[in-house]
């Protein structure tokens, strides 16, 4: 079998690229042929399949008026992703084609090149982009689903896609064409990792039939817990409001006896320490910045417990994941897919988003219960094992890709 996976970038950049070069793995594990179509990056990792990429763009950098038009073109229709892909299909001939992050770069063109060349397509929906223009059902910092029943002016009203007009109606146009000339029914299969986005796809209007929950997978074999932690909980991820920093913040006012480690980088980082130092909490919260590879391994190993304080629809985070993978208890706020990973009261604790004094309680359980710490962890692990491993995923996977190529 070869497998076609599609995704616009090809370097770890998030939980998607993450899943993205597992799943790669895992396929080549099993003899079966994988085939790369992405973007053109000096990040990228290397791949045989790199003259096929398409040419790069960043969207966030500063373009002259032309640039702009072509770039807005690209996002709706791209002729190069549609011209480089069906060469690829020609040259490579793969019975089934699996795309993951591909709006804008790539755009849904891919999606009539596939179809054209009577490729059966499956599609992971890492984030929300089929139902929201500006991917997060997210609008100055609180959940928003006007644009449900496709009524994408709101994206426009709301000016949501990066605070501007501009790109906020370049995305309403975009999902509008896309909507009306039903782009994505090309789809054969959409793959939800979390419930939560199954039943919001179903909810948005796509057949029920079309979408199914696989979950994402982590192998634990790599990942010994130490049985044993210091006195420190974790907050791993970017430093943005969607992700609750502010809420976890307050929350910490209120414990004492027990630090906090915040790693990862991101837009609110400054904020960020501007109220660790404003609070006096420097003793209290370490903004550790980005950290990779054996450092941050060493640093979750050692902690007593992690905290997920989200404010949006998260779907299936992989560091919730890698938590469960060493044994540690998750404080999860109760929202998105976070829920279905968290076995409250035997796994970890759930709180309301954005109530920094229900969360501050639950760390404070925490913090004066190492035993229960302990047992949470033991369980957290035992679940991921069970019901995030790769050998159902496989499985469950070639059901899905034999079903359609037979």
């Not at 991917?135 to 609180?142: E, F, S, W």
């Not at 003793?283 to 990779?292: I, Q």
Request: charged share 25%; proline share 3%; aromatic share 10%.
């Amino acid at each position: 079998m070869k497998v076609l996976l599609g995704n616009k970038f090809f370097y770890i950049k998030g939980g998607s690229e993450t899943y993205l070069f597992k799943l790669k793995a895992l396929l080549e594990e099993h003899q079966i042929e994988t085939i790369d179509f992405a973007m053109a990056d000096e990040k990228n990792k290397a791949s045989k399949y790199a003259d096929y990429f398409v040419t790069n763009v960043d969207y966030n950098s500063k373009m002259k008026l032309r640039e702009k038009i072509k770039s807005a073109v690209n996002i709706i229709y791209s002729r190069e992703a549609h011209g480089r892909i069906s060469e690829l299909i020609s040259d490579t001939r793969p019975d089934i084609a699996h795309l993951h992050v591909f709006q804008h770069q790539l755009s849904p063109s891919i999606l009539y090149a596939l179809k054209d060349k009577g490729i059966p397509i499956v599609y992971t929906a890492h984030d929300l982009k089929c139902l929201c223009p500006n991917y997060r059902m997210l609008v100055d910092g609180r959940i928003c689903e006007d644009c449900r029943g496709r009524r994408y002016h709101n994206c426009f009203k709301h000016a949501c896609v990066k605070n501007s007009r501009l790109k906020s109606l370049v995305n309403v146009i975009e999902m509008t064409l896309h909507g009306l000339l039903k782009s994505y029914d090309l789809v054969d299969i959409i793959i939800t990792p979390s419930k939560f986005y199954k039943n919001k796809f179903i909810e948005y209007g796509f057949e029920k039939e079309k979408v199914v929950y696989l979950p994402n997978f982590l192998d634990a074999d790599a990942n010994t817990p130490i049985g044993d932690f210091d006195h420190y909980c974790i907050y791993l991820g970017r430093l943005s409001h969607e992700k609750g920093v502010v809420t976890l913040l307050k929350a910490m006012e209120q414990v004492d006896g027990i630090q906090l480690y915040v790693i990862g980088t991101g837009p609110m980082e400054g904020q960020i320490k501007e109220l660790i130092n404003e609070n006096k909490m420097s003793g209290k919260v370490k903004l550790l910045g980005f950290k990779s590879g054996a450092e941050l391994e060493d640093l979750i190993k050692k902690a007593m417990f992690s905290i997920m304080p989200s404010e949006w629809y998260e779907n299936a985070p992989y560091s919730l994941l890698e938590m469960m993978a060493w044994g540690k208890a998750v404080i999860g706020a109760n929202i998105g897919g976070i829920p279905e990973m968290i076995d409250e009261g035997k796994s970890g604790l759930l709180f309301k988003p954005g109530d920094h004094l229900e969360l501050a309680e639950k760390i404070n359980l925490l913090k004066d219960n190492p035993d229960l710490v302990l047992e949470y962890g033991r369980n957290a692990r035992a679940k991921l094992i069970k019901e995030y491993n790769s050998r159902d995923h496989f499985d469950n996977l070639m059901h899905i890709y034999r079903g359609l190529i037979d």
